[in-house]
T-cell receptor, first 115, second 110 residues
Framework: GGIITQTPKFLIGQEGQKLTLKCQQN?????MYWYRQDSGKGLRLIYY???????QKGDLSEGYDASREKKSSFSLTVTSAQKNEMAVFLC??????????????FGSGTRLTVL | QQKVQQSPESLTVSEGAMASLNCTFS??????FRWYRQHSGKGLEVLVS????GEKEEGSFTAHLNRASLHVFLHIREPQPSDSALYLC??????????FGSGTKLTVEP
């Protein structure tokens, strides 16, 4: 079995600060995703990547950058933290095709607080 | 772009009474739907996945898909207080991207 590791688990930043969240997976999955979840709400797609060095924008990409320099890692940067960005950021991964392709594995999240 | 909406935003039922949650989506060609549950402060738990019109049962959870009307429902049979949680509908699109609804907060009263 594999695991998705998100670091840090808790991130506290100042308004206007640039902040980076990291995600590592050892499933050897092709596709990785970043979602944001506000308290008590659904998940919104920020970015996804179907292979190394690929980036695709989701519905919520404005204000964020992403990087997929290795197949196993996918990082997300909040370019300028705003108070309304207090949320949990979830990373996920899946294989591209074949048996099990439709299963997404989620990390445990990074909880962002902006002061 | 897939749009997914859920109703109601919150629902309170008595223990043992059927709970019904509604989800609408925008792309009639979609063929991969799932319902998740999330207890407060916890991760996502897949309850049931459905890929064709009709019903799919997993334990006390039944998903009902009607693509013509762009609806997928979740019925919870004899819910318990431990079923109180946020319920999320998700529709899968290209590259296995999941588009989520905003959720229904279910409270089951003893």
């Amino acid at each position: 079995g594999g695991i998705i590791t998100q670091t840090p688990k808790f991130l506290i930043g100042q308004e206007g600060q640039k902040l980076t969240l990291k995600c590592q997976q050892n499933f050897n999955h092709d596709t990785m995703y970043w979602y944001r979840q506000d308290s008590g709400k659904g998940l919104r797609l920020i970015y996804y990547s179907i292979t190394e060095n690929d980036l695709q924008k989701g519905d919520l990409s404005e204000g964020y950058d992403a990087s997929r320099e290795k197949k196993s890692s996918f990082s997300l940067t909040v370019t300028s933290a705003q108070k309304n960005e207090m949320a949990v950021f979830l990373c996920a991964s899946s294989i591209a095709e074949g048996w099990g392709a439709e299963t997404l594995y989620f990390g445990s999240g990074t909880r962002l607080t902006v002061l | 772009q897939q749009k997914v909406q859920q109703s109601p935003e919150s629902l309170t039922v008595s223990e043992g009474a059927m709970a019904s949650l509604n989800c609408t989506f925008s792309d009639r060609s979609s063929d991969n739907f799932r319902w998740y549950r999330q207890h407060s402060g916890k991760g996502l738990e897949v309850l049931v996945s459905i890929f064709s019109d009709g019903e799919k049962e997993e334990g006390s959870f039944t998903a009902h898909l009607n693509r013509a009307s762009l609806h997928v429902f979740l019925h919870i049979r004899e819910p318990q207080p431990s079923d109180s949680a946020l319920y999320l509908c998700a529709v899968m699109s290209n590259y296995n991207v999941l588009y989520f609804g905003s959720g229904t907060k279910l409270t089951v009263e003893p």
